[in-house]
């Protein structure tokens, strides 16, 4: 799942990579939905963090279709 | 005797259960409660997806969530539920306070999260961006 924090609250994509492996064509393009989300929004600044429960969070800079959920997070300024 | 006392642990085992639950109930349902708009209902979604029960417990209490820090032992910092600095405390004295904030307008809850990510994940540059106030004794 790719969770964008944004003044929405976060707007999610998510697939599954059973599916995606599978060749399902609905699974693949949310998957190519959320690479073009995370491009985009990484372009603007926005930091990319790869969650998965039990494990450490982890900076990513690129896309992971496996990770189990990727937030992002826009950019930030000194206040 | 031997049934009240019996009776009065019962009890007293449900209370420690209501109040374990509480918070995590009360990150639940407050959206509905306050009447919180989509947006912070998501992020407030966001946050219970975050945080162990114990952070809900700590951040629903006492307002605000410790984190610390991975490189520094001893070293805690404080996120406020609501908008205001981060605290930063070595060995539980505050050494400074840190104003950091994201370029785009985010729900309370989405901001906590924001905080959380980056001490865990990317420390150095989230002292890099904050803007930093010494505390004086």
Known sequence: MLRVMSRRGDDRVNWDQQKVLAGDPEATAAVREAERIF???RAKGATAFRVEPGKPIQRIETFDETAEQIVLVPRVVGG | MMFITQQVLTTLGWVVLALAISPMLWL????????????????????????TAEQCRQLIWRGYLEIPSPSTAQRVY?????????QVLDDGHAVMRLCLQPVESLPDADVVVLHKLMIEANEEFYLQQANKYLCVE
């Not at chain 2, 407030?44 to 945080?51: G, I, P, T, W, Y």
């Not at chain 2, 404080?78 to 981060?86: D, E, L, M």
């Open chain 1, 39 to 41: 491009a985009q929004e």
């Open chain 2, 78 to 86: 404080r996120v406020p539920r609501t908008r205001g600095y981060v």
């Open chain 2, 28 to 51: 639940l349902f407050q959206p509905y409660f306050k009447g919180l708009s989509p947006a912070e209902r998501r992020a407030a979604s966001l946050l219970r997806d975050m945080l």
